[in-house]
């Protein structure tokens, strides 16, 4: 069966960075474009960022240009969001998410940006 496995969550500092990463297993990964979403604490979901199923187009939310990096690695069915300058507004549970629309989620990482 699918499963997406989300790991590399934590507390950071604002301005530090943290790698997200998701395992994948149970599909053809590489045939699947794939994307990271948040809720935050009271909030609803966010869509952060997608790939295609290699690396040739990635997307990210406005709020995150510039301070994320969406990757994949396909031959190990691995998907990554590197972190990089964070904000405590993006403290959030982060989801890794398979399929544009998504049709299976994640349980989630948690990311805490606090001082």
């Known amino acids: 069966q699918v499963q997406l496995v989300e790991s590399g969550g934590g507390l950071a500092q604002p301005g530090g960075s943290l790698r997200l990463s998701c395992a994948a297993s149970?599909?053809?990964?590489?045939?699947?474009?794939m994307s990271w979403a948040r809720q935050a604490p009271g909030k609803g979901l966010e869509w952060v960022s997608g790939?295609?199923?290699?690396?040739?187009?990635?997307y990210y939310a406005d709020s995150v240009k510039g301070r994320f990096t969406i990757s994949r690695d396909n031959a190990k069915n691995m998907l990554y969001l590197h972190m990089n300058n964070l904000k405590p507004e993006d403290t959030a549970l982060y989801y890794c998410a398979k399929n544009i629309p998504v049709d299976y989620w994640g349980q989630g990482t948690q990311v805490t940006v606090s001082s």
């Open positions: 149970g599909f053809t990964f590489s045939m699947y474009a």
């Open positions: 790939i295609h199923t290699d690396d040739s187009a990635t």
